[in-house]
């Protein structure tokens, strides 16, 4: 069975950090390109980051840049997210998702994925 599941939310304050992570089982994930990207209530979704296979090519949103790093360990069959300095506008529902071929540009401009994780909500408060 081809999935994605995403873990690592929860609820934080605002400045604190936590780490999501994204496991594939099903498929080989050093052959897609891996994006993350974010959903807030009424709001459209958007790419926050994406990195293409070998790590080499890595897209961060501006609204994230210096603040989260994408990274991956093929030989896990995962992908991380670390999110810190977070902020209340940073709530919501992440997801992350599988594509290929791509760029990391144009996944995470126009969020898109072949496979899909479940999501997991990201909760920035005091």
Do not use: H
């Not at 609204?63 to 977070?86: A, H, W």
């Amino acid at each position: 069975q081809v999935q994605l599941v995403e873990s690592g939310g929860g609820l934080v304050q605002p400045g604190g950090s936590l780490r999501l992570s994204c496991a594939a089982s099903g498929f080989t994930l050093d052959d897609y390109v891996i994006g993350w990207f974010r959903q807030a209530p009424g709001k459209e979704r958007e790419g926050v980051s994406c990195i293409s296979t070998r790590a080499y090519n890595i897209y961060y949103a501006d609204s994230v840049k210096g603040r989260f790093t994408i990274s991956r360990d093929n030989t896990k069959n995962t992908v991380y997210l670390q999110m810190s300095s977070l902020k209340p506008e940073d709530t919501a529902v992440y997801y992350c998702a599988a594509l290929y071929p791509t760029t990391v540009q144009a996944m995470c401009v126009r969020p898109s994925g072949t496979y899909w994780g479940q999501g997991t909500q990201v909760t920035v408060s005091s």
